[in-house]
Structure formats: C-alpha cells, structure tokens
C-alpha cells in the first residue's frame, strides 16, 4: 500500500510541473492561436534565473525567504522574456502560423544554446531548502517534500488563473477572445494587450515551473525546458487546447501513467504509453477531455 501512495504521489508530483507548462500554453493558444515552441525557453530562463539569483543576488538564497526571492527573482525573469518574445517576435506574425511555428522553433534551439554558450552544457546541482531534500510520512509512504511542494504550487497556481478568468475584466475578455476573438474585436477591445497579458502568465507559470523542477530534479540544465515542453503539449492536447482545466485533468493522467507503468513495467514505457494515450485521445476525441467540438 506505502509503495501505491508514494506512487501516486510522485506521479502527482510530476502532474504538477506538466500543468505548470501546460497551463499557459493552452492559454497562449486558446486566444491567440500560436503554437508557442519557445515556452520551454521562458522554463530555462525561470530555472537559471533562479540558480543565479540563490548564489548572487544580497538577499537571495537556498533557505528561508532567501530562496522565495530567488524564486521570484527567476520568476520576474522569464516573464520578461515572455513579455518581449510576443512583443518582438509573435505580435508581427499573428495570423501568420507557419512563420509562427519557425520563428517560436529557432529561439527554441537559440535558447537552449544561448544557455549552454552562458553556463555550460553541463547539469549544476541547483540551490534547494534543506526541507525540500527530506521526506514526510503520508499513509506509510514516505513521500519527498520536493513533490509535495509542486503539488501545492500547481493546485496555487489554477486557482489564481480561474479566479482571474473568473472575475477580473481581463479575465473576462480572455475567456470570451477564446471563444469568439472575432465577436470581441468587433466589440472594439484591443484583444493585443490580453495577448501580451496572456504570455506573460504562461511565462510565469513556466518559469516557476523551471524554478520549481529544479527544487524536484536537484539540477538544472540547458536542455530541461525542452524535454518537458514536449510532455507539456501532449498534456495540452489531451486535455483539450485552450482549456487550462482540461490541462490539469490531462496533467493528472499522463503523470500516474508514467509512473506506474515505469515502476511495474520497464524504464522509458510509460513513455511510450502516454504517446500511445496521445493516439487514442486524437482518434476517438480529438477536441481533447475538456475541449469543445469544433463548428462550421
């Protein structure tokens, strides 16, 4: 029973930071239809600024509140980056998808070597809290509080985007963009700031997954972003595109899939599993769990 729990707690765990970079994505898309292939960049730059800012910013570091402002630091920095790649790179290319998908795919991998070119190709042991390499005892199960500490940190961050799609104007008008962008143009509202708005959400849910997944892997690396962005999409698409609570049901899924079936079966089939998860999802509701079926 121990091993069933702390199965499905890792599993959450691992649901958890998949959610944090799915959230935004399926947002990102939901309003502005781009499929953005950088947002495992906006994760790196959350991840780095946070290693960077625990061992050199004055008042940042490993413990305490030191690490929550070297985590807001990390934070501050990929949303940023979000912020200028949509007003630099996206907001000219709207509409444009095919130049969307080359232009968000070469930062990608400029990204990935800007960072290795900066600090090295290497994984560096990233700055942690103490609390976070032990273990707390749930049901026999003796569960590492770096999971545990994404579970909190997902379940945070879909109340705050609910309640801001819920009952804040801007809220209101990404909801309807996703609707009916058409209609809400019409309506004469800029739909360009809740663009800009939008990335910088999922910038920062991405970069706090990047700082957070460094607390849950205990290193970080150029290339992390990117390994994680591809189970992000598959998240995404599962739980249906531009449904953030689709995208928590889907994290859910594709995480105890993986771990269970890496645990009772072999290494890497789980995996395979989820893609296979993927295929089923496509053939039989491809407009995904949560997703609405399209219209003409």
């Known amino acids: 029973m121990g091993t069933v729990i702390l199965l499905a707690l890792t599993g959450l765990g691992l649901a958890a930071l998949y959610f944090l970079v799915a959230s935004g994505l399926s947002l990102v898309f939901g309003l502005a239809d781009v499929l953005n292939f950088a947002h495992g960049l906006f994760l790196g730059v959350g991840a780095y600024g946070t290693w960077w800012?625990?061992?050199?910013?004055?008042?940042?570091?490993?413990?305490?509140?030191?690490?929550?402002?070297?985590?807001?630091?990390?934070?501050?920095?990929?949303?940023?980056?979000?912020?200028?790649?949509?007003?630099?790179?996206?907001?000219?290319?709207?509409?444009?998808?095919?130049?969307?998908?080359?232009?968000?795919?070469?930062?990608?991998?400029?990204?990935?070597?800007?960072?290795?070119?900066?600090?090295?190709?290497?994984?560096?042991?990233?700055?942690?809290?103490?609390?976070?390499?032990?273990?707390?005892?749930?049901?026999?199960?003796?569960?590492?509080?770096?999971?545990?500490?994404?579970?909190?940190?997902?379940?945070?961050?879909?109340?705050?985007?609910?309640?801001?799609?819920?009952?804040?104007?801007?809220?209101?008008?990404?909801?309807?963009?996703?609707?009916?962008?058409?209609?809400?143009?019409?309506?004469?509202?800029?739909?360009?700031?809740?663009?800009?708005?939008?990335?910088?959400?999922?910038?920062?849910?991405?970069?706090?997954?990047?700082?957070?997944?460094?607390?849950y892997f205990g290193t970080v690396s150029p290339g992390q972003g990117s390994s994680l962005l591809i189970f992000a999409f598959i998240v995404v698409v599962i739980g249906g595109m531009g449904s953030v609570v689709g995208s928590a049901y889907a994290a859910v899924v594709v995480g105890l899939v993986q771990q269970f079936v890496n645990y009772y079966g072999t290494s890497g089939l789980g995996d395979i599993c989820v893609v296979g998860l993927l295929a089923v999802v496509l053939l039989l509701r491809p407009q995904g769990i949560a997703g609405k079926v399209a219209t003409a």
């Open 53 to 215: 800012a625990a061992g050199n910013l004055p008042g940042a570091g490993p413990d305490g509140f030191g690490f929550v402002f070297a985590v807001a630091f990390g934070v501050a920095a990929g949303t940023l980056v979000a912020i200028l790649v949509e007003l630099v790179l996206i907001r000219p290319l709207y509409s444009r998808t095919i130049e969307q998908v080359l232009v968000t795919v070469g930062l990608s991998l400029a990204g990935v070597a800007l960072l290795q070119a900066t600090w090295g190709a290497d994984a560096r042991p990233f700055p942690r809290p103490d609390w976070t390499r032990q273990v707390t005892g749930i049901l026999g199960a003796q569960v590492p509080n770096g999971g545990l500490l994404l579970i909190i940190a997902a379940v945070l961050v879909l109340g705050a985007i609910l309640a801001f799609l819920r009952w804040t104007r801007y809220g209101l008008v990404i909801r309807a963009g996703v609707e009916n962008r058409e209609m809400v143009t019409a309506l004469g509202i800029d739909v360009r700031k809740a663009f800009t708005l939008v990335f910088a959400i999922g910038g920062a849910a991405a970069a706090l997954a990047g700082a957070l997944g460094g607390v």
